[in-house]
């Protein structure tokens, strides 16, 4: 992460073993890409739960929270992948978080 925001957005999701390879496919070659397009998004790490399972956290840099109030431009087909792959997510949370003034 570049350090030059003051918020990050979390989002971590549980799914299907057997939906692990698309669901990083999709992640790596649309989502992510798509994201960090969009104005105020600043950088991108993901991560998996370190016993194997099939848990991802992503921490999206932002400028400022504001930026994750905005869904971008999506096509029809883009919202059409996105619900498929959502709807056999067992779990899923997404929060913004503030820098804390020191």
């Known amino acids: ?3 030059k925001g003051n918020a990050i957005l ?5 799914l299907p073993e057997e939906d692990i390879d698309e669901f990083n ?8 890409p798509f994201k960090l ?5 600043l950088g991108l790490r993901r991560f998996r739960a ?4 099939a848990r ?4 999206y840099e932002l400028e400022t ?11 029809p087909e ?15 949370k997404r929060t913004v978080w503030v820098e804390v003034e020191q």
């Open 65 to 75: 929270a504001a930026a994750a109030d905005d869904p971008g431009p999506m096509s």
């Open 1 to 3: 992460m570049s350090g």
């Open 78 to 92: 883009d919202i059409a992948t996105m619900q498929r792959l959502m709807s056999t997510w067992k779990n899923w």
């Open 10 to 14: 979390v989002v971590e999701v549980e």
């Open 50 to 53: 370190q016993d194997g399972s």
């Open 25 to 32: 496919r999709w992640y790596r070659e649309e989502h992510g």
């Open 56 to 59: 991802f956290l992503a921490l």
């Open 37 to 41: 397009a969009l104005p105020g998004y």
